[in-house]
């Protein structure tokens, strides 16, 4: 599938759905490039588990070779995207992201966009996961992220995307490994970039029953580490009036072991993961 000149084929997909900024600024900065060949699969939406199978539609993403809309989770578009089931080849580099919101310590556990990096490791394939903290500091100022903010972002992740294909295509890529980038909220001014170690950053999450304000009761997620301070806004899905619904809340935090480079609120790591290497954009 590579054209004369081109770095590789890259697969695109990402845990806030096929039209969510993020992605679509990625894709646009690789696009821009000429570098490489671009495939998209991702979730048709933001996106849960689903416990049937999954529907595929074609869609239309400016400069890529084929995009497809999934209602799976990240990993399942990871799956689809290099079982030759949609594309005729593998991909040389599966990229996620890019999340709103920053993905670092124990929330890589369950980030669905390190999952769908995290897929292409499990079979073998190079991938990078990529989250941007900047698009909840936007969002807490404005209302909702920029999609100029992410394509500063997509920017700043090219060089290390670039290298990481140049090296697989010299086969001195390490393996055994993917990387996850955490895209600091000033990255317009970024100092450069540094692989280092998973620091520790852990919430405990408990649980607490709310009440309807719509049809029925409303169930809403929290999961943010208390580092970064979220408003309490709490989701309008509805609910049948029989079911009793609660809400997470955090009960307590723990992030002792940061990496001295790193503030708080905008990296944390965890070493313990052999396999997760991590790169800071400072």
Not at 78 to 100: H, M
């Amino acid at each position: 599938m590579d054209d004369e000149g081109k770095l590789g084929t890259i697969l695109i997909t990402n845990d806030d759905g096929i039209d969510a900024p993020g992605l679509r600024a990625l894709v646009e900065s690789l696009v821009n490039t000429n570098l490489f060949n671009v495939l998209v699969c991702a979730p048709d939406s933001h996106c849960m588990t689903w416990l049937h199978p999954v529907a595929v539609k074609q869609v239309d993403i400016h400069g890529t070779v084929a995009s497809f809309a999934v209602s799976g989770t990240p990993a399942d578009c990871t799956s689809l995207g290099i079982s030759r089931a949609l594309f005729p080849t593998t991909p040389n580099l599966v990229v996620s992201g890019i999340n709103k919101g920053s993905n670092c310590g124990y929330h890589i556990v369950y980030s669905g966009t390190v999952a769908g990096a995290r897929e292409a490791f499990f079979n073998d394939i190079p991938s990078i996961s990529i989250s941007y903290d900047g698009a909840i500091c936007m969002s807490r100022v404005k209302g909702k992220s920029n999609p100029h903010d992410f394509a500063l972002a997509a920017q700043a992740c090219i060089p290390i995307i670039s290298t990481v294909l140049v090296d697989i295509k010299n086969q001195s890529y390490p393996g055994k490994c993917f990387l996850n980038i955490d895209v600091p909220n000033d990255v317009a001014n970024h100092k450069g970039y540094k692989l280092t170690r998973q620091g520790k950053s852990i919430f405990k999450i408990g649980w607490k029953q709310v009440t309807s304000q719509t049809e029925g009761p409303i169930m809403s997620s929290d999961m943010t580490n208390t580092d970064i301070h979220t408003p309490k806004n709490y989701g309008t899905s509805s609910a049948s009036p029989e079911h009793l619904l609660f809400a997470r809340e955090i009960l307590s935090t723990s992030s002792s072991l940061l990496t001295p480079q790193c503030k708080p609120s905008l990296h944390y790591y965890l070493g313990a993961i052999k396999t997760f290497q991590q790169f800071v954009i400072s």
